[in-house]
């Protein structure tokens, strides 16, 4: 099909590449979210009396057969469509003629990418909760399996005070629940439509906004039209700021694992089936895949910059510099969620060695506690504080397993609350699945074989 827009000229070959360059490939990730929102555009258009009652049956018709190529990997998007949104309105033409001519009416390609995007992102805050809470879970259970196993805890990397594995996992875990629980509050704001906003004044049809927002599952329209369009960028900059702070955590919590599974620390191993090889060095058992998470996250965070840096100076109204913003985007998603994959597998097979944790209770570790007897005893903190810094030679080990029973303030290791860490998880879980249910029940409504596959 000729490109959206074409007139009565062919476009310079090489200003085709400038302005197209990889995006066409990258809509391929957009078409079942392209073919919902087409869908609902197509109703609203009968609605209004646009197009007949036939010739939407014939539309919706197409838009299914389309998704059904779409799952074999048999709907492609040449460089001359330029992206989705033409290939899929050029196979509705081509299908049932002047009914796919009329799709387009009352919609500019902007709030098609809009829309096409917002359920994307929609879709995507789901399943990157999911993952999050998910990867979770595994620590809440390493943390259950290792409750009363003694580990040094460390500020400065040096020896500080006595911990356990439980601290250790459980950190992680609530902060992972945390953000996905901030990822929900973000869907909040996703769930707007911008479709019927057109090239950001809106047109002069009576669409009816509010009946396509709820053919889509949009809980509200997105009000101000030109709002609709300025927010382009800014959402996906939203989106990329939550993934780049569970992707921040992941970065932490693996180079935790790099050190602490080290052989000269053993407090943990990774199995041979998560490791690499060297091509020199026959012992090697590298853990590529912590150090791939740490630049992975870089990698995230790079995409949400890339975002913000696009659209810090655009002036109101559509820009095609918003095209930019759109595979960082899809970079940006991808490569959080298999961090979250990848990360929740290394937990899921950690292996922990509790002899080699209690060894490494030193004397040392129980200096505070020392000084903590001596003011319960009476003494002031400083003066008791000063005596133990001077006669560390005389602080003494105790049992490690006894030390963690002895810290009963909330959240420390004699009183996790793990419980409430499981119910915490449990409820943000809820809500993930009842939408995932509602989004799936309302895609099976308009475009049957997307349900299927788009969450």
């Excluded at 090489?14 to 957009?30: A, G, P, Q, S, W």
């Excluded at 909760?129 to 040094?152: F, R, Y």
């Excluded at 945390?178 to 019927?196: C, I, N, R, T």
Aim: with cysteine; glycine share 6%; net charge negative.
């Amino acid at each position: 099909m000729a490109k959206l827009w074409q007139k009565n000229y062919t476009l310079d070959s090489m200003m085709e590449h400038f302005t197209v360059r990889k995006d066409y490939i990258n809509d391929e990730e957009l078409v079942l979210s392209d073919l919902i929102g087409s869908g609902a555009q197509a109703k609203g258009l009968e609605r209004i009396g646009i197009l007949t009652h036939e010739e939407c049956s014939l539309l919706m018709k197409g838009l299914d057969e389309i998704a059904v190529l779409r799952k074999k990997d048999d709907f492609p998007i040449t460089v001359s469509d330029e992206d989705c949104h033409t290939a899929i309105e050029g196979y509705l033409t081509a299908r049932f003629g002047d009914a796919g001519k009329k799709i387009h009416t009352g919609r500019s390609r902007n709030d098609q990418v809009q829309t096409a995007l917002r359920i994307y992102m929609r879709e995507a805050a789901l399943k990157l909760s999911s993952a999050t809470l998910s990867a979770a879970s595994s620590l809440i259970c390493l943390a259950e399996k290792n409750k009363d196993v003694p580990m040094p805890g460390r500020t400065h990397m040096q020896i500080a005070m006595p911990s356990s594995v439980a601290l250790w996992a459980l950190s992680f875990a609530e902060e992972l629940v945390e953000e996905a629980g901030m990822l929900m509050s973000l869907y909040d704001v996703l769930d707007q439509s911008p479709l019927g906003s057109a090239a950001s004044y809106g047109v002069t049809l009576p669409l009816d906004r509010e009946y396509t927002a709820s053919l889509m599952g949009f809980r509200k329209v997105q009000n101000n039209v030109l709002y609709a369009n300025n927010s382009r960028g800014k959402f996906e900059a939203f989106f990329l700021d939550h993934a780049e702070y569970i992707a921040l955590t992941l970065s932490k919590l693996a180079q935790d694992l790099m050190l602490f599974t080290l052989p000269e620390f053993g407090y943990f191993s990774l199995p041979r089936e998560l490791c690499t090889g060297s091509s020199i060095m026959p012992q090697k058992k590298n853990p590529d895949g912590l150090e791939l998470a740490r630049s992975r996250t870089s990698l995230i965070s790079s995409c949400s910059m890339r975002v913000k840096s696009i659209i810090k100076a655009l002036p109101s109204g559509y820009n095609r510099d918003f095209q930019d913003t759109k595979e960082p985007l899809l970079e940006g998603f991808r490569s959080t969620e298999e961090l979250v994959l990848i990360m929740k597998e290394m937990i899921d097979k950690l292996e922990v060695h509790p002899e080699a944790l209690i060894k490494a209770c030193v004397p040392e570790l129980y200096a505070t506690d020392r000084v903590m007897e001596k003011v319960l005893s009476g003494g002031n903190f400083r003066d008791s504080y000063k005596n133990v810094g001077l006669n560390l030679d005389k602080v003494e080990g105790e049992d490690p397993v006894k030390a963690l029973s002895e810290r009963t303030s909330i959240g420390t290791t004699g009183n996790l609350g793990i419980e409430k860490d499981r119910e915490w998880l449990q409820s943000i879980s809820s809500r993930v699945a009842e939408e995932m249910e509602r989004l799936s029940a309302i895609y099976q409504g308009i475009v049957p074989s997307v349900s299927e596959v788009i969450l």
